[in-house]
C-alpha cells in the first residue's frame, strides 16, 4: 500500500516542478487525455460485463447509472460552474473535478478488488505506473483550471490514498460490501470520463492549432501506455 501511495504522490506532484505556459499544458494535456482515453475504454468499460455477472444485476440498470454519471456532470457544468459569460477557467474547473470524482470511484474499486487478489509482481507493476500516469493526468487538468498549487497538492495527495484506503477496507469488510454498490461506482466513473474525454479533454487538446503532430502523438502514446500496462 505505501508503494501506491507513494507512485501517485510522485506523479501528480512532480509536474508541479516544471513552469508550464500554455502552450506546454496543452501539449501536456494531449497525453493526460490519452491516458483518460486509455483508462476508459480500454479498462472501465472491459469491467462492466464482470461487474453485472459479479454483482447479479440488470444491465440496463448499470448503464442508466453510466448515463446518470454522464448527465451529472453535464448538469454541474453548465449551471453550476459555468458563468454567463461561459469563461473556460469556470468550465475547466469542473471538468477538474470530474475527473477526480471519476478517477477517484474507479481508484477506490480497483482497491476493493485487489483486496481479494494475491498481489503479485506484474499486478502491482503495472497498478503503479497505473496509478503514477493518472495521477499526472490529474494534475495536467487542475493545471489546466488555473488551481493553485497547494490545492492541487492537497487534492492528489487524497487521490494517491484512495487505493490504498480502498485495498484496507476490502481486506477488513469485504465480505461485507456489496458487489451491487461496486458495480455501481464502476458505472458512475465509466459515464463521468466518457464525459469528460469526448467532450471536454479532446476538443481542448486542439482548440489551438499548433502542435498538431506533437498532440497526436503523444495522446496515441497515452492510449498505448494504459494498453501496455493492462
Sequence with gaps: ???????????????????????????????????FLG???????????????????????????????????YFLESLVFRTHDHDDVHRHTAVGYASLAGLSLHAFTVGLSLSATELTTPILVGLLFHKAFEAFSLTSVFQLAHFAQKKVATMIIIFSCITPLGLFLGGKFLPQLSPQATAIAVALAVGTFLYVCLTELLPEVFHHKEDVITKVVLLLVGIGGMALIQ
Excluded: C, Q, Y
Design 1 to 35: 500500500m505505501l508503494e501506491l501511495l507513494l507512485v501517485g504522490l510522485g506523479g501528480g506532484l512532480l509536474p508541479l516542478l516544471v513552469k508550464w505556459n500554455d502552450r506546454r499544458l496543452h501539449i501536456a494535456l494531449a497525453l493526460s487525455t490519452g491516458i
Design 39 to 73: 483508462a476508459v475504454f480500454l479498462h472501465m468499460l472491459p469491467e462492466l460485463p464482470a461487474t453485472i455477472a459479479d454483482a447479479n444485476i440488470s444491465a440496463r440498470l448499470l448503464w442508466s447509472f453510466a448515463l446518470m454519471g454522464v448527465l451529472t456532470i
